[in-house]
């Protein structure tokens, strides 16, 4: 996490449509923080599906909670977009519960 993340917005929101996906990891390491500076992304159409597969992507490193509530506040602009909510907040839920299996200790069998 050496980018500040500021510097990644911008270049990510100056990005064509093509290669914004390239900051996808890079912002999503900014965690809960990351999540906190795109929500307003998910209201700009032209932003919306970064934001949305980032955002997932901060949940996925230990953001969930944050990145979970910021979609589910979302109002996507088309049916593709809230399928892209959905998805994303499935693989958020088996993010957290997989977390929490592997946190269990094992029963002997």
Avoid at 27 to 56: K, N, Q, S, Y
Avoid at 60 to 66: I, P, V
Wanted: charge should be positive; aromatic fraction near 2%; hydrophobic fraction near 45%.
């Amino acid at each position: 996490m050496n980018e500040p993340l500021e510097a990644l917005l911008r270049a990510a929101s100056e990005a064509d449509g093509t290669n914004r996906i390239e900051y996808r990891d890079r912002i999503a390491a900014h965690g809960a923080e990351a999540v906190r500076r795109l929500e307003p992304w998910l209201r700009d159409r032209r932003l919306e599906r970064f934001a949305i597969v980032t955002i997932a992507a901060a949940g996925a490193c230990g953001a969930t909670a944050e990145a979970r509530a910021a979609l589910r506040r979302a109002q996507p602009s088309d049916p593709s977009a809230a399928k892209a909510i959905a998805d994303a907040l499935a693989k958020l839920v088996g993010t957290r519960e997989a977390k929490a299996s592997n946190s269990r200790p094992r029963q002997p069998s």
